[in-house]
């Protein structure tokens, strides 16, 4: 299996950026689902971003306009770019990968917005 590792995570300040990566070995990520989910303690996971292959995005209503989803499927990697962060958005952050053969997770990266 195809086991993603997150990584990028760390503190800032309320209105802040941060950018998360997640990378991904094997030849079939560049046609492979990636979502970026957040849970925070005592929370169920939410998705808060997704890609296709093709680079269609998806977005929660609460990251809008100040979130962004990429890949770049030639290093065989994801990225979320958080701009204006809120205290709300902490939590630990994972990414998935799927196929239609295939669901994986990484381990997951912590993100802490506090002042």
């Known amino acids: 299996q195809v086991q993603p590792v997150e990584s990028g995570g760390g503190l800032v300040q309320p209105g802040g950026s941060l950018r998360l990566s997640c990378a991904a070995s094997?030849?079939?990520?560049?046609?492979?689902?990636m979502g970026w989910y957040r849970q925070a303690p005592g929370k169920q996971s939410e998705l808060v971003a997704g890609?296709?292959?093709?680079?269609?995005?998806n977005y929660a209503d609460s990251v809008k306009g100040r979130f962004t989803i990429s890949r770049d499927n030639a290093k065989n990697t994801v990225y979320l770019q958080m701009n204006s962060l809120r205290p709300e958005d902490t939590a630990v952050y994972y990414c998935n990968l799927r196929t239609a053969s295939l669901n994986t997770w990484g381990q997951g990266t912590q993100v802490t917005v506090s002042p």
């Open positions: 890609i296709i292959g093709s680079g269609i995005t």
């Open positions: 094997g030849s079939i990520f560049s046609v492979a689902y």
